[in-house]
């Protein structure tokens, strides 16, 4: 057998090295053989102390707006997916949709009616329904001709006619009180292109 050379040294054994798949160890034990006295109770602890924490500082809120996006994604599924408005009215309803969130129903049923191609009265009739079952839809639809008016300089053409015409037809069925025409102020000042074809396919679709 040959000689090993010098810088050979055989493995000592060495302290063991505490390893993730070993065991646990247990817990420590105290002067009488029993384990840890307050193990068992840390958890309770930590619970009561953040039962104590929360009490101080109120219930979570989610700013994220989760719930109001679901509403939106909900709205539109259900006036894209339904065969016809009275269905649709009848679904939407089902909803119950709170107090204060009347407005997201209103732009969202405007938004549908101005990306379609050409402008479909299912969306009138749909609109109509909501305005003649309760004064509080009949006020968000109101409101929503105001901010629709506003912004109808950011609107495409085809996008300002179906608008257009879609109040016309609640206006023309007497779902929407005429006094929301006091909005549109006619004067050079306060006009614009978009604004005067807005006012000009709203008279037409009226005569």
């Known amino acids: 057998m040959a000689a090993k050379p010098k810088w050979f040294r055989r493995p000592t054994c060495r302290k063991s090295v505490s390893s993730p798949f070993r065991s646990p160890s247990p817990p420590p034990r105290d ?6 006295p307050f193990a068992n109770g840390r958890g309770a602890a ?23 996006v679901n509403l939106r994604r909900t709205i539109y599924l259900t006036i894209m997916s339904s065969v016809g408005f009275e269905e649709c009215a009848h679904k939407l309803m089902k909803l119950d949709i709170r107090s204060g969130l009347e407005m997201e129903l209103c732009n969202m049923l405007i938004e549908c ?14 609109g109509q329904r909501f305005c003649v079952m309760t004064k509080a839809w009949q006020e968000a639809f109101d ?3 105001e901010e629709q008016y506003a912004m109808i300089h950011r609107l495409e053409t085809n996008k300002l006619r179906n608008v257009a015409k879609f109040f016309a037809h609640l206006l023309e069925t007497d779902a929407l ?15 614009t292109s978009s604004s005067r074809i807005f006012v000009k396919i709203l008279c037409q679709e009226l005569a």
């Open 31 to 36: 002067h009488r053989g029993g384990a840890e």
């Open 46 to 68: 930590l619970s009561a102390y953040d039962a104590r924490r929360r009490a101080e500082v109120g219930p979570i809120q989610d700013l994220t707006e989760q719930d109001l």
């Open 113 to 126: 009616c101005s990306q379609e191609r050409t402008y479909l009265r299912y969306y009138g009739l749909l």
């Open 143 to 145: 409101k929503a001709f």
């Open 177 to 191: 009180p005429w006094t929301c025409l006091e909005y549109v102020r006619l004067n050079e000042e306060e006009t």
